[in-house]
């Protein structure tokens, strides 16, 4: 596949860490960092075109507002503070969005009109705010009695706007059906896993998982009929060796990203993602990415391309192209333009790729329960991986 040669570079300082990376395709490249500082960077030259300060805190997380649209220029932060969101064209902050906890805010997801956060655990239950991003002055749904932990990551389903899934450290991943009013009869299904770092839709129906213990899984959408026959998860276990690895970045759609922290120098790993299957005999291998320092996010721009982005706790942007291969990477796991009910099993929800069914060696008869809201029987705790604070 060649190898990718670093060709820009842009260093905020060793103390400095950049904690992640948002496409505004029209603009530039947004990366947030722990000083709490946003800098768009030019595609080009890796080099910042604007700078924003959101405060000084570190900024949990960053995401575009809509990001299924190309033309955005909103996009929001998570921190200690508050949820801000910005619009690059002005450099100004045009909402800002507490709660009455005063809880910091640990996630965020936008899609369809609409943004969603979720808070670290304060008293008894972590919340999950919804609102709509005409109008951040009041939440339009509010989750806050099904997470007993803090919410590391939400996830709308791309295709269907009335699924949005959580995960949390208590252990726990969260589909809501959000065309139920009362949040107990919203709260859909509950994978029980391990503490969570991220969870996403990896195809229409199908769910990955992957805690902060580096395990992996792969799990079903219950459907709503009252007999349910859920498969069992396709659970890859702890990936660390079988991956050449100490921790996974994340799970993006068309790859995988990992990191190997050594003494004075370390690797960043691409691994191609078709259907359900790392393709572990193509793994493309960057040596000192970010030297022992934990790379924090990968970007692959979408369709054919020979570029890459990475930042990390080094402080530092880089941009890697490959002069002899180009990946092909989708814009998402499936064509996220064709919108549909998931419950309707009449539709056809292929994917890019082949999508891998679970066989029938998988499958349990066993009737998936609802976790009790009353149980506050919490896992021990994991902090968010590599939090700076």
Same mark, same amino acid.
């Given at each position: 596949m060649g190898s990718y040669k670093l060709v820009n570079n842009v260093n905020f300082g060793n103390n400095n860490w950049c904690m992640g990376l948002q496409p505004l395709y029209q603009y530039g490249l947004v990366t947030s960092l722990s000083?709490?500082?946003?800098?768009?960077?030019?595609?080009? /030259?890796?080099? =910042?075109? =604007?700078?924003? =300060? /959101?405060?000084?805190?570190?900024?949990?997380?960053?995401?575009?507002?809509?990001?299924?649209?190309?033309?955005?220029s909103l996009f929001a932060t998570a921190s200690l503070e508050a949820v801000k969101i910005f619009d690059i064209r002005s450099k100004d902050q045009v909402a800002s969005i507490n709660n009455d906890k005063g809880s910091p805010f640990l996630s965020l997801d936008s899609r369809d009109g609409r943004l969603a956060c979720g808070t670290e655990l304060s008293g008894v239950d972590a919340e999950l705010y919804i609102y709509d991003v005409r109008d951040f002055s009041n939440p339009i749904r509010a989750l806050v009695d099904s997470h007993h932990d803090d919410i590391t990551d939400i996830k709308f389903h791309p295709s269907d706007r009335n699924l949005l899934l959580s995960g949390s450290t208590d252990g726990y991943t969260n589909i809501y059906d959000l065309t139920q009013e009362e949040e107990d009869d919203a709260l859909h299904q509950v994978i029980n896993y391990a503490s969570i770092h991220s969870c996403g839709w990896i195809s229409p129906r199908r769910i990955y998982t992957l805690s902060h213990m580096e395990t992996f899984a792969i799990s079903e959408l219950n459907d709503r009929s009252e007999e349910l026959i859920e498969p069992q998860p396709l659970d890859f276990g702890d990936i660390r060796e079988k991956w050449d690895c100490n921790y996974v970045i994340d799970v993006y759609a068309g790859y995988i990203a990992t990191g190997k922290s050594q003494e004075n120098k370390g690797s960043m790993n691409i691994i191609p993602l078709v259907g359900e299957t790392p393709q572990l005999d193509a793994i493309i291998r960057i040596d000192n990415a970010h030297g022992d320092d934990v790379i924090r996010d990968v970007f692959i721009p979408p369709q054919q391309t020979a570029m890459m982005y990475s930042c990390g706790e080094d402080g530092n942007v880089k941009c890697w192209k490959n002069d002899t291969h180009s990946l092909t990477i989708p814009?998402?796991?499936w064509d996220y333009s064709k919108k549909f009910d998931v419950f309707d099993n009449n539709k056809d929800m292929t994917m890019y790729s082949n999508e891998s069914e679970p066989s029938s060696e998988q499958k349990s008869h066993k009737k998936h329960s609802k976790k009790s809201k009353k149980s506050k029987n919490k896992k021990s705790k994991h902090a968010t991986r590599y939090t700076p604070y």
């Open positions: 000083n709490g500082d946003i800098h768009l960077l030019d595609w080009k /030259s890796n080099q =910042t075109i =604007t700078k924003i =300060t /959101s405060g000084n805190v570190p900024i949990n997380k960053l995401k575009v507002i809509n990001n299924d649209f190309y033309n955005e814009e998402g796991f």
